[in-house]
């Protein structure tokens, strides 16, 4: 992976009242990533490197989360016995006869939960567990998946990730058939091939409480993968928020400004012209546009005017937080990026997604001014 800068940040030392070196800025940076390079980084991100069953701290008043730990550690277990998520040894994961019918019963795990209530957690513990080479195990987002399947091919695809015991898919998206198909056809040939799977989604918080709603729309959508997950809800709040204050507000242009010149290894970017500069970059590069950045200083944060622009941020949010960069800004509050409009709308899942995210490594952030 290559990153080629194009220009030094735009404020001068003397603006910003320090006399080191002018902060880089993602605006400036043009990742160019191999797509061989993309098989190798499915592994569960930075933030979630440490994670495993044992770390994760279920809330005493939420008995689905403990139940969760002890179903997904029987899963990972299993697939050390060559067993199927049901728990049956008689049926193989790795069956490797051509015509073989593929086993009955689960072959996957869906977890079905709210924001913040620690999936993908459990789903990179699930990933550790498992009884595998690193390369023969794969974690990745729905949008990574469909972008791998972008740079290599379909077929090419099911034969990089065939071999592989486990599969793991952060976020699956249920907001684009044309996606959500394409996966779909891609999961059925990887189940083919004895490849067990992992999934998780989010319920909106206008449904938590509703059952089995986000479940319900997650089978549906994959139609004849049905019966291959078994889901699992996991209720609880959203534990970014959980007994902490609200989300800071936001800080001058002067403030983050210094933040940025008294940080190593931070980038400071003008928000218009980081969305703009978002628009010509794959979103497959978004994590090789903030590799080895320390913090990202925004200035002049407004609300995305289009979609487009709404999804690309969302998908650097997610990137930033993988990876924990704090995340300073100036502007409007993060919970007013996103229009009335678009929190009600099909794509609304991703926006409360990147909201929440953007909240904690903002608060995250705060310790940037004390420094």
Known sequence: MTI????????????????????????????????????????????FDGVRFSTYIPDPQQPSQTEAVRVLSAFADGLGRGATAAGSGRKR??????????????????????????????????????PAAPERKAFGTFVELTNLVGALGFQQTVKTLSGHQLLCIDEFELDDPGDTVLVSSLLARLVEHGVALAATSN??????????????????????????????????????????????KPFTDD?????????????????????????????????????????????????????STALRLV??????????????????????LFSEEMLKGGYRKKYFRAISRLTALARDAEGLLRA
């Open 315 to 336: 998908v650097l949010a997610d990137r930033l937080y993988d990876r924990e960069i704090p995340v300073l800004a100036s502007g409007v509050p993060f919970d007013r």
């Open 203 to 248: 319920t909106l918080p206008g449904k938590l409480g509703e059952g089995r709603f986000a479940a319900a729309d997650f089978l549906r959508e994959i139609q004849g993968l049905s019966a291959h997950f078994r889901a699992l809800r996991i209720d609880g709040e959203d534990y970014r928020h959980r007994g902490l204050p609200e989300a800071p």
């Open 93 to 130: 994961w790795f069956r490797r006869e051509p015509k073989a019918a593929a086993p009955a019963g689960p072959r996957g795990v869906y977890l079905d939960g709210g924001y913040g209530v620690g999936k993908t957690h459990l789903l990179a513990s699930l990933w550790h567990a498992a």
């Open 255 to 307: 403030e983050v400004t210094r933040a940025a010149y008294a940080t190593p290894g931070a980038a400071l970017d003008d928000f218009p012209s980081l969305l703009e500069h978002l628009s010509t970059v794959h979103p497959s590069r978004y994590g090789a546009l903030v590799r080895d950045v320390a913090a990202v200083c925004l200035t002049d944060v407004s609300a995305v005017p289009d979609q």
């Open 4 to 47: 080629v800068s194009t220009s030094a940040a735009h404020i001068s030392d003397s603006a910003s009242g320090s006399s080191g070196a002018a902060p880089a800025a993602l605006s400036a940076r043009e990742p160019h990533v191999p797509a061989e390079q993309l098989v190798a980084e499915m592994v569960p991100p930075p933030r």
